[in-house]
């Protein structure tokens, strides 16, 4: 394999074997425990490694597949990870199977260090908006919630006390990359009712029992905090005590409910409305 400068890559490593030791170190992120252990998760795909490459993520090892030998946006890739001192290892598809449990994977795939940003360093000023997410047990809903963020220009998520693990690859693949752009931040339910303390911007709790129409609460002209309940059991009574006001989202139908990330993102484009409008507005 060449570099993008031309030359050789020489810390590529040809592996076939599920026996390989940086392999089976690798299947091993597929268990938080280990993901723990090693504070490392699985990207999945090309564009997701060069979007967190040009994030400034830290990339341990690029996986591919032979398939992507002499395609020179995965030399691009690998001689990146080289360069940042990772590991590059070409492996057959049944290893690459094996890694991320799929019959057909991607043609690439990045082991990546984990990344949370301290609480404290949580600061929200002007008119940004944050999400906190009480007990999100849902891996799906966690990683559409920070694709959902990304997109409304939310500026990170905390989550706060026994949550789903942000890094796990299901999560992942739900955020469509956007784990890489969006900061999260996670604490004890008494870290966020010590941080909420100093927090002078609105917090907006969203409840089913909540007294106020979403639509009608100015979120706009400081800074806000979307709070959103378990997918359970909604806002327990002390982070529902912690908020300025507890939001309804109107409901026709018989469902009781909306689907956290559902409601996450109706609340996001709502708070988010004036900072996303077009000009030309209605025609
Ligand atoms: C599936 S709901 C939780 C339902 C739970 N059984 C309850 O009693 O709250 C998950 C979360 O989505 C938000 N949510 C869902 N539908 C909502 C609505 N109509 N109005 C406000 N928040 C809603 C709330 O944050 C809620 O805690």
């Known amino acids: 394999m060449s570099t993008e400068g031309g030359g050789r890559v020489g810390q590529v490593r040809e592996v076939t074997s599920l026996a390989n030791p940086l392999v089976k170190d690798i299947k091993a992120l597929a268990l938080k425990k280990f993901r723990d252990q090693q504070n490392a998760f699985l990207a999945e795909g090309l564009k997701l490694v060069i979007d967190a490459l040009d994030l400034g993520w830290t990339i341990r090892t690029l996986v591919f597949a032979k398939s992507g030998l002499g395609n020179p946006a995965v030399e691009r890739a690998a001689a990146r990870t080289v360069a940042a001192g990772g590991t590059v290892l070409e492996v057959t598809e049944k290893v690459l199977s094996a890694i991320t449990r799929r019959d057909n994977p991607q043609m690439v795939v990045g082991v990546f260090e984990q990344r949370y940003l301290p609480l404290k360093a949580v600061r929200p000023a002007g008119e940004d908006v944050w999400i906190g997410l009480d007990r999100v047990r849902d891996p799906g809903n966690l990683g559409t919630v920070i694709r959902t963020a990304d997109a409304a220009g939310a500026k990170g998520v905390i989550l706060i006390g026994d949550t789903t693990d942000p890094f796990a690859t299901?999560?992942?693949?739900?955020?469509?990359?956007?784990?890489?752009?969006v900061p999260v931040a996670r604490t004890s339910?008494?870290?966020?009712?010590?941080?909420r303390k100093g927090f002078s911007g609105l917090v907006a709790g969203t409840h089913l029992k909540g007294a106020v129409d979403y639509r009608t609460v100015r979120y706009s002209g400081r800074p806000a905090l979307l709070l959103m309940g378990n997918e359970q059991q909604g806002l327990p009574e002390a982070l529902a005590a912690a908020c300025d006001v507890l939001v309804r989202i109107p409901q026709a139908g018989r469902a009781d409910s909306l689907n956290l990330a559902v409601a996450t993102g109706v609340m996001l484009f709502e708070a988010r409305r004036a900072a996303l409008s077009l000009p030309g507005g209605a025609a």
């Open 170 to 181: 299901e999560t992942v693949r739900a955020t469509m990359g956007s784990i890489f752009a």
């Open 189 to 195: 339910l008494e870290g966020f009712l010590d941080w």
